[in-house]
């Protein structure tokens, strides 16, 4: 049983980042940077409680999307032949991936023996297949293999995992929800896979004495009876996961204003930021965000929050300078907007 998401102290950034990427898949995940022991693993874990279900082929082990139009090999052979699939609905999922996955169980593997003998394509899914559609979670994201980086920053660029052995071939989509963590002071991440999360936050230990204690004092309970202390935030979770589906509904009629763009734009030509991207993240942010509190119209409010989220990974360091470390430059151009 998870720790209830409601029930974390603090790192208001980190659960934000979080939820704004339930409400929005296509914000493109978030990183998550701080010291050893300060809940980042227990933040994304106990996200799972709070995720909305999704339709999905019946009996697809790929969640493929019965009205989209990127279909995994089996399920593209059953539409030309079946027409309109049946579909079901199935919650969404955080699937993890370890440090030591080997490309055969990222990917998945074709049964190659199987294929020749019977003349039937069988494949064994992977950790990609179980992902589409759901969370992905690297926990010490910094430390995976530079060959498995490179699997996923090609899967993450096409939205599609493909598997050739011995001729047969096998696709399936593969748009996940990237969510990473990791220590800083374990080593830097490449700056490919870096650029590729949506949103970043940087945690730090509580200092606030009071905030410690009453951690002490709920983590207590929950080793205690962790049924018992469920029960206690049930209300407290299950009006985020209303608040979620709501900004859900509300989000495509969320309109952004030229005026808001500019500012937009303004602050990350000021920064100094490279590419578009980051614009284009950050404006999507603020619309997500005034859609989280009800709004139907994202403001300049709204981008004083959300920039820091989508840029300050994306900021040009100096040679030896933190991750992060440029989060002060942010007070001089926020203080600028209205």
């Excluded at 709501?246 to 808001?260: C, H, T, Y």
């Excluded at 859609?291 to 920039?307: I, K, L, P, S």
Aim: aromatic share 4%; glycine share 8%; net charge negative.
């Amino acid at each position: 049983m998870m720790f209830p998401f409601t029930a974390l102290v603090g790192h208001e950034r980190m659960k934000l980042g979080l939820i704004l990427n339930v409400v929005d898949p296509a914000i493109g995940g978030l990183l998550v940077m701080g010291e050893k022991g300060t809940g980042k693993s227990t933040a994304v874990r106990s996200l799972v409680e709070l995720l909305p279900s999704l339709e999905a082929v019946e009996g697809c082990a790929f969640n493929c999307d019965p009205d989209g139009k990127d279909f995994c090999t089996t399920c593209r052979q059953r539409a030309s032949t079946e027409g309109p699939l049946p579909r079901e609905r199935r919650g969404m999922r955080v699937v993890e991936l370890p440090l030591g996955v080997t490309e055969d169980r990222l990917l998945g593997t074709l049964d190659v023996e199987h294929a020749l003998k019977c003349g039937k394509k069988r494949f064994e899914a992977g950790i990609l297949a179980e992902a589409n559609r759901n969370f992905l979670y690297v926990d010490e994201v910094n430390l995976l293999e530079d060959h498995i980086v490179d699997l996923l920053l090609d899967s993450a660029a096409m939205g599609k995992n493909v598997v050739e052995r011995e001729g047969v071939s096998f696709s399936h989509p593969a748009r996940f929800i990237l969510v990473g963590t990791m220590n800083p002071e374990e080593g830097d991440l490449r700056p490919q896979l870096l650029d590729r999360f949506g949103l970043s936050v940087t945690v730090r230990s509580n200092l606030d004495r009071e905030a410690r204690v009453e951690i002490l004092r709920r983590r207590s309970a929950f080793d205690r009876d962790p049924e018992e202390f469920h029960r206690g935030w049930k209300d407290e979770q299950q009006s985020l996961c209303d608040r979620i589906v709501r900004a859900r509904e509300r989000l495509p009629n969320v309109e952004i204003g030229d005026d808001v763009l500019g500012c937009i734009a303004d602050i990350s030509t000021t920064l100094q930021v490279d590419g578009h991207r980051p614009d284009i993240v950050t404006a999507r942010a603020a619309r997500v965000l005034a859609a989280f509190r009800g709004q139907d119209r994202a403001g300049t409010a709204e981008v004083r929050e959300a920039a820091p989220l989508a840029l300050n990974h994306r900021l040009k360091r100096l040679p030896f300078e933190e991750i992060g470390a440029g989060e002060k430059r942010f007070d001089e151009v926020l203080a600028g907007l209205e």
